[in-house]
C-alpha cells in the first residue's frame, strides 16, 4: 500500500499529464482559428492550469515534512512545468523575449533561455571547442555545458567562441557573466587558461593560468562574476613572440555538493598549470566555457613592460645565416 500522500500525488500527477497531452491536442486543431479565439483559448489554459497549479501548492506544502527528496523533487518539477506552460503561450512574453526583456527570476523566461542556449550557442561552442582542439587539450570530451560563458570586453562587445581578440582590447579584465538557470546561489570556480604558452626547457607547450577565482556566488537572478576569492589575479594575455595564435580559454567549474560547498584552492604559479588534475583534487566539475584566440602586436610588447615589468622574449627559428663563398681577385 502507498501511503496516503503518494496516492493523492500520484493521482494528481496523472490528471495534470492527461490535461498536458489534451491540451496540447487541441492547440494544434485551433492553428486556424482567427486570432481572437486563440487568444481566449490561452486564457482558458492559463487559468486550468494555475488552478491544477494552487492544487499542487497545497500538495508540496502537505507533504513537505514526509516525502522523500525523490518525491518532493518530483513535485517540484512538476511544479515547474505548470508554471512554465501556463504564460508560455501569452503573446506578451513571447514578444518580451524577443525583444531581450527577459526576468530570469520568473519560471518562463528561464526555461526560454535554457532551449535558446541548447538550440544554438551550445552546438556552437562544442563545435569551435572541438575544432580547434580545446577538446581534449585542456578540456574533457566528456563536457556537456550546462552554463553559458559570456565575456564582454570593455567596450561593450561580446566574445563569440574562438574569434580572434586583440590584445589591447583584454589589458583590462573583461566582464564575465555565467548564465546559469538555478534559483539558488551556488558558489563556482572560474579560470582563464593559455594552453600554447611556451615550454622553453622542455621544447614544448604549457598550461598558463592568466586567472584563478573560486567560491564566486551565482544565481540565475545573480550571474555577474562579482566577489569571490581571488588565487591568482588577472594578468592579461600576452601572446609571445614568434608563436602561433593562443587559445584563451575561460573555464566554469562547479564546486561540489552541488555549488554549496566552499574550496580553499591552492596553487604553485601559473606556469605549467595543469587545469584537470587542480579539479580532481578539489572535487570541481566543468559546466560551461568559452575561449578567444589572439596572436602578438606591438601592444604586447607594451603589456610586458609595463604591466609585466620583463624583458619581452622572443620565439621562432633563428635567422638563417647566408653561406657564400668569397671570389678571390687576382692582380
Keep these: ?22 491540451r496540447q491536442a487541441s492547440t494544434k486543431t485551433s492553428k486556424h482559428t482567427a486570432y481572437e479565439e486563440a487568444l481566449k483559448l490561452i486564457e482558458v489554459d492559463k487559468k486550468e492550469r494555475l488552478s491544477m497549479l494552487e492544487r499542487l501548492e497545497k500538495e508540496i506544502n502537505r507533504v513537505a515534512k ?24 501569452e503573446p506578451e512574453v513571447q514578444r518580451n523575449f524577443k525583444l531581450g526583456n527577459i526576468d530570469m527570476s520568473k519560471p518562463v523566461y528561464r526555461y526560454m533561455r535554457q532551449k535558446q542556449f541548447e538550440k544554438t550557442p551550445k552546438s556552437k561552442l562544442m563545435e569551435r571547442l572541438t575544432q580547434m582542439n580545446v ?53 563556482y570556480t572560474l579560470m582563464l587558461v593559455d594552453p600554447d604558452s611556451p615550454d622553453v626547457e622542455h621544447k614544448t607547450y604549457q598550461q598558463y593560468c592568466h586567472w584563478l577565482i573560486s567560491n564566486v556566488p551565482l544565481s540565475t537572478t545573480s550571474s555577474v562574476v562579482n566577489g569571490g576569492d581571488s588565487i591568482l589575479d588577472y594578468i592579461p594575455p600576452h601572446p609571445q613572440k614568434g608563436t602561433k595564435y593562443h587559445r584563451y580559454t ?24 595543469d587545469v584537470n588534475e587542480l579539479a580532481q583534487a578539489y572535487g570541481l566539475r566543468a559546466t560551461g566555457a ?33 653561406r657564400y663563398i668569397q671570389r678571390t681577385v687576382y692582380y
Excluded at 563536457?143 to 561593450?156: D, F, M, R, S
Design 66 to 89: 514526509t516525502a522523500i527528496p525523490a518525491q518532493m523533487k518530483a513535485l517540484e518539477t512538476l511544479r515547474f512545468d505548470l508554471q512554465v506552460k501556463s504564460e508560455l503561450n
Design 1 to 22: 500500500m502507498l501511503p496516503a500522500f503518494s496516492k493523492r500525488s500520484f493521482h494528481l500527477t496523472r490528471c495534470i499529464s492527461r490535461f498536458n497531452a489534451v
Design 250 to 273: 575561460l573555464i566554469a567549474f562547479e564546486q561540489p555538493n552541488e555549488g554549496q560547498a566552499k574550496v580553499e584552492v591552492k596553487v604553485d604559479g601559473r606556469e605549467r598549470f
Design 135 to 187: 577538446i581534449p587539450d585542456l578540456l574533457s570530451s566528456s563536457l556537456n555545458p550546462t552554463v553559458e560563458v559570456v565575456v564582454k570586453l570593455p567596450e561593450g562587445q561580446q566574445v563569440e567562441p574562438g574569434t580572434f581578440v586583440k590584445p589591447e582590447q583584454c589589458i583590462k579584465r573583461p566582464e564575465i557573466e555565467i548564465t546559469n538557470f538555478h534559483t539558488e546561489s551556488r558558489l
Design 290 to 322: 568559452n575561449f578567444f584566440r589572439q596572436v602578438w602586436d606591438e601592444q604586447v610588447s607594451r603589456i610586458y613592460d609595463e604591466i609585466l615589468k620583463q624583458k619581452e622574449p622572443i620565439y621562432g627559428k633563428p635567422p638563417k645565416v647566408e
